[in-house]
């Protein structure tokens, strides 16, 4: 029968299907298993008459279709009923839906077999009742029961089944409402959470009407990620759902509250043929951003995934609980669980004819097995082949690209600022035991109820003062103004902006600071900390976005709608969903609306950030994974700051015994720094000098009345600009005279944003404050990380011993365990390696833990410098790179050769690549450069061959990796990177043979720079158009993106090493891990805490179940003996490994079990 054919149609266009009603001498009247429509048969039925009836015509099994007639006659149903007519012994007739709706069940067609299901009609609905009555009448085989489709359209039922049978579902409670009086229920409301029968839901929870029908969910996210909701609803052209502000749950209506899964962005629906046949597929998630990704002929985007044995378990019990032999339903894969969230009940797969033929094959085998003893037609189960998964592999000497772990600092922000003040009052004393605080000594308040609460106590004591000038209220009057007008600002609360800190002091705080200068009061006190501030601008949000699409570049492959486009190696690994993706973020909220941004630009996505932050963004305090408490220094750190800031306070030149003390690294970045500064204390003194200066002119801005509504960046009024840097005025330099170094940080931040933002203003002598206090900044934040080597690697253990450990078992865990959504190599048309599968983990954090991760790297012994001329350049490199600024990237990529021995060393294939992220000011000429992404080897530069250019990394060929020569030798893309024009940088793209030998070198012994092309126009834009994504500017990792209107560009990423072993980096971060008992116990406790309790800020706990045991490359999938024969082409039969092996080289602690 021809594919090419119309629906239910045979080749002179009529119909194919038998529509009417079909009575006892019909029944033997089809030939060979042909769907006939009524003029046919008539038509037959003369011929016969005229023959020799030598023989009764064998009788036909008639399967029938009582079903709605867009159903009926759906594009899936037609295909797979003209396969089922190919069974010999089998007719299918159509029941028409006026007979449906109209006539009495007694007069509808007869049918051995009935397929019956509820649906929605255009104008009516299935009238279920009848069907029932008739199935009563006739008693067909029926393939779904009836009576169990009333409970499937009532959700609370769905429910109640789905936890008698034992199936994973989320945390849900039930809210029924009377319609007449919907005030009477069980519902208490709050900013973050609803209480549901007693039962506490925090958001994000789904808000689920009972009827499932209706298919409008909502999801609401939490204020601290933002607020609001996700409306989802039926889908309308390319939508699916909404971001809507409101964040209240609906009034009126009964609902399902349910705790939200974080699945990653991604639904998997599961359709069973039978209790022994799943077919699984996976989609982007509508909650995600409601855009519907469609392919060129407008049909959702969907592919076929592998299921776990867990889950074809749950496959099996869905079906036979409901008794629903064809039945969808969804899948939820988060937290190394899977549950499911709704059960649909009749179900085909769209546009898989692999999916056709094998469930009109089940449904026939099925259908006979029944059917055929009792009407004496002789038939047994076919034996066919198995079907044996061959998963084609990379070949020659190409390496596979496994892994990709990076660490990213957050973008840029508005500059950080905070308040101390010692408190006494029985009311703050009050607050934190309300809020747990004697529990730990110490207590962080950023909800908005929590800080509404801190800024009436400060209204109260301030009228109290205004009243009363004698009054015993001890907090100082300006501090507390100062925080009512921090906590007043905006008009709203949002944790991401402000957050109270209160730290218990049993004998009040030992000493004055700089900035309280009166003696303490005996008897316990709280210091209360005040942080504002620092939140993400909307030049952070495009750097995060633009180095998201920037980074797609890094992986190779693309093909189909895909092929030729820089960067879509990436999208076409994620959305075939051969891409393990795992974002983590610091619970800081700049930290986690950059890693959103990020994501947002990785993976094409688009609309707010909230919905992906909340589903793509694993979140809350890991432990110190991330996080780092800058209240609690380590002995160490303290000892260094005491150290720093005495000689930062000597009132000469820097000596040769300063530059020992100081710079005992000699790295050529501080070393130039303390040239300029010569004499700290007078370097102090003009950058006071400076900010005084800038102070009167913001007075005296602000006294002009041009100034009065004078908007800065980033909705900043004057006044704010003035309170920030009378701040600064006030503490840097304390009553005696002497300067807080630690507020040079804190200098550097603001001239850095204003010089950038608000340039506009026109301020005298800014760029000279940003000179100065940059070069201060220079010595004063990495030194503040320790000073000499063991004090950078005992604080950096300090910070990072988790985070170290997490990427050691990033590294190990190249091999997938069954959580993954992995693709169904049986089904994956027009996927060329469906078993490759990329890992990737990005973690988003703070300066703090880069220059400590950096310092591991350093200082750890990873290389010797001496024995290894690429690792020595490399250090050279990092010493003359002066600023970790905002995104700054630190990027491990691990690679395969599947031609090496499985145990050899060489199997496994590390590189180590950084970039010191946004582009400063000013001093661009001075900025060091390094050796280019994958850089050639001095001795290998003549024989290059183009192995790793633009070209290969857009090119089709079988998604492989890059081309591999021993050593690696790679040089760098054929974009070069241009000087300034004008007020932004372009870039320029050459033919691929005029880049030879051009690279990037830092010492003059190397190749010089290319010369500048001059350049008009921006040349980025020329780039062709792609469906469903945007293009970056970016063709490469190594050009960074440019272009965008006020937002600085990111240095590209720079190769530290490009031919390091899995063994070497695994032996290296073991040795730093271990490198104390003390430090190792610590990160063995705060890991345990993390993945025993909490790998998700926003989600509910679940215990992690051991990974199955995978079948090796070598081993043959083998069905279960009591499945039936025909089971063997079904996706639930297949066990598939893919060939790429695991490491065997690395010795995992049996102390870690995480699963992600």
């Given amino acids: 029968m021809s594919e090419a054919r119309g629906e239910g149609q045979d080749q002179s266009g009529n119909l194919s299907f038998v529509v009417g009603c079909v009575d006892e001498d019909h029944r033997g009247s089809e030939e060979g298993g042909r769907i006939k429509n009524e003029g046919e048969m008539r038509k037959g039925e003369e011929e016969d008459d005229d023959k020799d009836d030598d023989s009764p015509p064998e009788r036909q099994i008639v399967v029938g279709i009582c079903s709605m007639m867009k159903k009926s006659k759906s594009k899936p149903m037609t295909e797979i009923m003209e396969r089922l007519c190919k069974f010999e012994y089998i007719t299918v007739v159509i029941f028409p839906e006026e007979v449906i709706l109209s006539q009495p069940v007694d007069k509808w067609p007869l049918c051995d077999c009935l397929v019956s299901f509820h649906s929605k009609g255009t104008n009516q609905r299935f009238p279920l009742d009848k069907a029932v009555e008739y199935a009563k009448l006739r008693n067909p085989l029926l393939i779904n029961d009836l009576n169990m489709q009333y409970y499937i359209q009532d959700r609370r ?45 925090p958001k994000p929870f789904v808000e689920k009407p009972v009827s499932a029908e209706d298919h409008n969910v909502y999801v609401y996210y939490p204020t601290s990620a933002g607020g609001g909701s996700q409306r989802l609803f039926r889908k309308i052209g390319s939508r699916s759902s909404v971001y809507s502000p409101e964040s209240c749950v609906r009034k009126t209506g009964s609902y399902i509250y ?61 079906c036979l609980a409901f008794k629903q032999t064809v039945c969808g339903f969804d899948l939820l894969r988060a937290n190394g669980h899977s549950f499911v969230c709704d059960v649909n009940g009749f179900s085909f797969v769209k546009n898989s004819m692999k999916y056709y033929d094998d469930c009109a094959k089940v449904l026939g085998n099925m259908v006979m097995r029944e059917l055929a003893p009792q009407f004496h037609i002789p038939w047994s189960i076919p034996l066919e082949a198995e079907d044996i998964p061959i998963v084609p592999t990379t070949s020659g000497t190409m390496m596979e690209l496994r892994c990709v772990i990076a660490i990213i600092r957050h973008g840029d922000r508005t500059p950080k600022q905070k308040m ?77 902006n402000r957050k109270v800190q209160l730290t218990y002091l049993p004998n009040g705080q030992p000493k004055a600071s700089s900035e309280e200068e009166e003696c303490p009061t005996e008897g316990p006190s709280l210091l209360l900390v005040l942080k504002w501030g620092g939140e993400l601008t909307p030049a952070g949000r495009v750097q995060a976005e633009e180095l998201g699409r920037a980074f797609r570049c890094m992986y190779p492959g693309g093909q189909g709608d895909y092929a030729g486009f820089p960067g879509c190696g990436l999208l076409r690994l994620h959305s075939t969903y051969r891409h393990d993706l795992k974002i983590y973020a610091s619970d800081e909220g700049r930290v986690q609306m950059t890693a959103a941004a990020f ?47 005495e000689i930062m306070q000597k009132d000469q030149d820097f000596t040769e015994a300063d530059y020992q003390k100081l710079a005992p690294t000699g790295s050529p970045s501080l070393v130039t720094s303390m040239k300029t500064i010569g004499n700290p204390v007078s370097t102090c003194d003009q950058v006071y000098a400076l900010i005084q200066r800038l102070t009167s002119q913001i007075r005296r801005r602000l006294e002009d009345p041009k100034s009065a ?74 030194q503040e990380y320790g000073i000499n080597k063991a004090e950078k690697m005992d604080i950096a253990q300090a910070y990072c011993l988790p985070l170290m450990k997490k990427i050691q078992l990033d590294l190990q865990r190249t091999h997938e365990d069954e959580a993954v959504n992995k693709l169904h190599p049986l089904y994956s048309r027009g996927v060329m390696s469906p078993g490759r599968h990329v890992r990737t983990r990005l973690y988003f954090t703070s300066e703090s833990h880069v220059h400590s991760l950096l310092s591991i790297f350093r200082y750890g012994g990873l290389l010797d410098e001496v024995k290894d001329q690429q690792w020595k350049q490399a250090m050279d490199y990092l010493s003359a790179v002066s600023e970790l600024n905002y995104m700054t990237q630190i990027v491990i990529m691990l690679y395969e050769d599947n031609n090496k021995d499985p145990g050899s060393e060489e199997r496994f294939h590390v590189e180590l690549h950084f970039s010191p992220g946004v582009k400063g000011c000013e001093g661009e000429e001075n900025v060091p450069l390094g050796f280019g992404f994958r850089p050639a080897s001095a001795e290998n530069q003549e024989k290059q061959t183009n192995q790793g250019s633009l070209e290969d990394l857009s090119q089709d060929e079988t998604d492989r990796a890059l081309s591999l020569s021993e050593p690696i030798s790679i040089k760098r893309s054929p974009m070069i990177r241009n000087r300034k024009t004008g007020s932004m940088e372009v870039l320029s793209e050459t033919l691929p043979t005029s880049s030879k030998g051009t690279s990037y070198r830092l010492f003059p012994s190397c190749s010089c720079q290319s010369p500048e092309i001059k350049q008009t126009g921006l040349e980025l834009f020329s780039m062709p158009a792609v469906k469903r994504f945007s293009v970056s500017f970016a063709r490469h990792p190594t050009n960074g993106f440019e272009g965008c209107s006020m937002v600085p560009s990111i240095y590209p990423l720079e190769t530290l090493h490009n031919s390091l072993s899995l063994k070497q980096v695994d032996k290296f971060l073991n040795a730093v891990c271990e490198h104390s008992s003390d430090a190792h116990a610590k990160t063995m406790k705060a890991l345990s805490a993390l ?66």
């Fill in 157 to 201: 039922e769905v429910y109640r089944i789905l936890q008698e049978e034992g199936i994973d579902l989320p945390r849900y409670a039930v809210l029924t409402r009377d319609p007449d009086r919907p005030e009477e229920c069980n519902l208490v409301e709050g900013e973050d959470h609803v209480e549901v029968n007693g039962e506490l839901f």
């Fill in 258 to 318: 349910e705790e939200f899964m974080p699945t990653d962005g991604t639904d998997v629906k599961v359709y069973t043929v039978g209790p022994d046949y799943a077919h699984a597929e996976a989609r982007k998630s509508p909650a995600l951003d409601g855009k519907v990704e469609r392919d060129s002929e407008g049909k959702e985007i969907r592919y076929p995934v592998m299921l776990s044995a867990m889950e074809k378990l749950v496959a099996r019990k869905v």
């Fill in 420 to 496: 101390k003040m010692e408190v006494r009052h029985p009311l703050f004393f009050a607050l934190f035991e309300k809020y747990g605080g004697y529990k730990s000594g110490k207590l962080k308040l950023k909800k908005p109820k929590q800080l509404q609460e801190v800024l009436d106590i400060a209204r109260l004591l301030l009228a109290e003062l205004g009243q009363h000038t004698d009054c015993e209220i001890e907090e100082k009057k300006g501090k507390l103004e100062q925080l009512k007008t921090v906590l007043e600002m905006y008009g709203h609360f949002s944790g991401i």
């Fill in 599 to 645: 994501a947002k630009g990785l993976l094409a996505l688009e609309g707010e950030l909230t919905p992906i932050l909340v589903q793509m963004v694993k979140s809350a305090n890991m432990n110190g994974m991330l996080d780092s408490d800058s209240e609690s220094l380590t002995d160490c750190q303290q000892r260094v700051k005491v150290r720093l800031h």
């Fill in 709 to 782: 509504d004078l908007q800065l960046y980033h909705s900043e009024t004057l006044e704010l600009m003035l309170q920030r840097w009378s701040k600064l005025e006030r503490d840097f330099r304390n009553k005696s005279g002497r300067y807080d170094i630690s507020k040079i940080p804190d200098i550097y931040d603001c001239v850095k944003y204003d010089t950038q933002h608000n340039a506009t203003l026109d301020l005298e002598d800014t760029l000279e404050l940003f000179r100065l206090s940059r070069a201060l900044a220079d010595i004063v934040i990495p």
């Fill in 1091 to 1156: 993945f025993d309790t909490s790998s998700q800020g926003y989600s509910q706990t679940h215990i992690h179940p051991p990974p199955p045991k995978a079948l090796s490359s070598s081993e043959t999938p083998v069905r279960s003996p009591e499945c039936p024969l025909w089971y063997s082409s079904g996706p639930s039969s297949t066990v598939f490994s893919g060939r790429s092996s695991s490491p065997t080289s690395v010795n995992p602690d049996k102390n870690f079990s995480f699963s992600e």
